[in-house]
Nanobody, 127 residues
Framework: QVQLVESGGGLVQAGGSLRLSCAAS????????MGWFRQAPGKEREFVAA????????YAADSVKGRFTISRDNAENTVYLQMNSLKPEDTAVYYC????????????????????WGQGTQVTVSS
């Protein structure tokens, strides 16, 4: 059974940093794209960042470029999201996602590009 479990969320002041982790289990994730999305109250879930299987190619939304960094440890089946210079508008529930349908695929930026999701972790940035 495939499981994605996020951790690392919390309350932080504007300008601060958090590091989210996503522990994947149930099968190997090496070779498959993984990503992070977020959803603020009353808004649709939106793309944050994604990584190819090798971690050498990463993608980020314009709103977080230069502040957030995605990385992965395939040996540990773990994906990370380092978030720096946090802003109040970054407040949301953050979700880890995996595309296990197509190996070696280029990561997508739409929720339909991913078929497995974690339960989410809350990030709150105070002003």
């Amino acid at each position: 059974q495939v499981q994605l479990v996020e951790s690392g969320g919390g309350l932080v002041q504007a300008g601060g940093s958090l590091r989210l982790s996503c522990a994947a289990s149930g099968r190997t994730f090496s070779g498959y794209p993984m990503g992070w999305f977020r959803q603020a109250p009353g808004k649709e879930r939106e793309f944050v960042a994604a990584s190819r299987w090798s971690g050498d190619a990463t993608y980020a939304a314009d709103s977080v470029k230069g502040r957030f960094t995605i990385s992965r440890d395939n040996a540990e089946n773990t994906v990370y999201l380092q978030m720096n210079s946090l802003k109040p508008e970054d407040t949301a529930v953050y979700y880890c996602a995996a595309n296990l349908r197509v190996r070696w695929a280029v990561p997508g930026q739409d929720t339909n590009d991913y078929d497995y999701w974690g339960q989410g972790t809350q990030v709150t940035v105070s002003s």
